[in-house]
């Protein structure tokens, strides 16, 4: 998460990006909205029922966006930054197919 900007990916449990390009959101309630609504959004479109925000915990950025998240009651989990790259190079394929959410990841930049 960065101080003034965020930007989102959508993928799905197998590692698929569900959106043509990142959601790019400010860092207050106008940007916590339209995140909250384009996850809505993709999550009608592609038909899934549960979605999982993740972030990458760098510095303090994540708690505004974190702690409004929950307050909605959104899921969120941290997630190491080594473990995002170490993904980004490899795919995503040792998750079960019974698990049918989507993965947010907030890249932290």
């Known amino acids: ?18 959106s043509k390009r990142p959601i790019l959101f400010s860092n207050d309630l106008a940007g ?13 479109m592609h ?10 915990s ?12 929950v307050g909605q009651g959104i899921d969120v989990a941290l997630v190491n930054p080594m473990t995002t790259k170490r993904n980004k190079e490899t795919e995503i394929t040792h998750l079960p197919r019974t698990t049918q959410k989507m993965l947010w990841s907030s890249p932290m930049r």
Not at 1 to 18: P, S, T, Y
């Open 58 to 69: 760098t510095g303090h950025y994540w708690f505004n966006i974190a702690n409004w998240l």
């Open 47 to 56: 038909g899934m029922n549960d979605f999982v925000v993740g972030m990458e």
């Open 1 to 18: 998460m960065a101080k003034e900007k965020h930007a989102a990916q959508a993928i799905n449990f197998r590692g698929v990006v569900l």
């Open 32 to 44: 916590f909205e339209h995140l909250e609504h384009s996850i809505r959004k993709l999550q009608k």
